[in-house]
């Protein structure tokens, strides 16, 4: 799901430790140009949790919770000054499914730039009023965080239309925005990156999933059946592209698909969202997982590759995988359709 073209992209950072708390703060304050924050309700002041935020947060208050519009309540009061446009603040993230309480992403702490029209609007809503040390939960419908994606095409399991999202914020340090982007590649727009991968076609080695790519170069990906999946990560070219290479701490733009081995089903997708996404081609904060930074990292742009990922080498962890309604040894299989890319050290367009 895309949250914003920088915000939080599956980095895997020590998330910030909160104990259980209990909501009820009031959410009645105002951001730095004196706007009301968005107001607190019976539903985001019933939301309890414990754990950490970004990594293993759980939610323990009862379930059902819904929401007709967007609600903000405190859990833990920052201190410090607002957030200001143009700076950038660290956020770790945690969402839920309002029906059950089930866990549908955790999002690590990472450093989010300020700025409206790089946020989705209920992101921006949530850290507008956000203080350093500040822990918030929103409660909003389906359709504000989701917008016109159908849930069936999320790659969400029990997820629904008719459902409301929680989602609970930390907050961490303020930089200037000019200093916490320092170094960063530019961006490209659309209309400068490729549609999908196109290159020479490269076997892969036995044993790995089958790949059949539709006109457009969505790819259907087929488990090997009976096989195991491998105990480390495994990366192979299908197609090998000839233009810039990627190289480390790069912004890349890729369209991938998302299997795990076990069911063969999706569970996240660039294609089914209408859109490539960009991060920046590195592991830990600020990154993304091994299994695609490890993918990547080398490649040249019009490469399409598989990346074969088990839990603990290059994955997401046991953990995890777990929050993410997964079994804790799942091995997820990404290919992955390298679009642009913009070296780390280019200046930004």
Partial sequence: MKISSVLLPAAVAGALLMTGCTGGGGGTGKDASGEACVPAGEASKSIAVKGGVGSDLEITSKTPVSADEMERSVLENGEGDVVKSGQTIAVAMSMFNGSDGASLQQFPESAVPFVEEQLMPWAYEGIRCATPGEQVALVAPYADVFGELKAEESGIEGLTEKDSIVVVMEFGEI?????????????????????????????????????????????????????EPPSELSIAT?????????????????????????????????????????????????????????????????????????????????????????????????????LGTVHADADSE
């Fill in 175 to 227: 930089t200037e925005g000019e200093d916490a982007t320092a170094g960063e590649p530019g961006t490209l727009e659309p209309d400068q990156l490729l549609k999908k991968a196109e290159g020479k076609e490269q076997q892969a080695p036995a044993g790995f999933p089958s790949v059949v790519l539709a006109d457009d170069g969505a790819p259907t990906i087929t488990v090997p059946e009976g096989a």
């Fill in 238 to 338: 299908l197609i090998e592209g000839d233009g810039e290479e990627v190289q480390e701490g790069d912004r890349v733009y890729v369209n991938y698909r998302g299997v795990i081995w076990r069911t063969g089903e999706e569970f996240d997708s660039s294609w089914s969202r209408g859109e490539p996404i960009d991060f920046l081609a590195k592991e830990g904060p600020g990154g993304v997982i091994g299994g695609f930074a490890r993918a990547l990292v080398g490649q040249k742009v019009g490469s399409q590759i598989i990346s074969v990922v088990p839990a603990e080498d290059g994955g997401y962890g046991a953990a995890s995988l777990e929050q993410m309604g997964h079994q804790p040894d799942d091995t997820m299989i990404f290919v992955l359709d390298i």
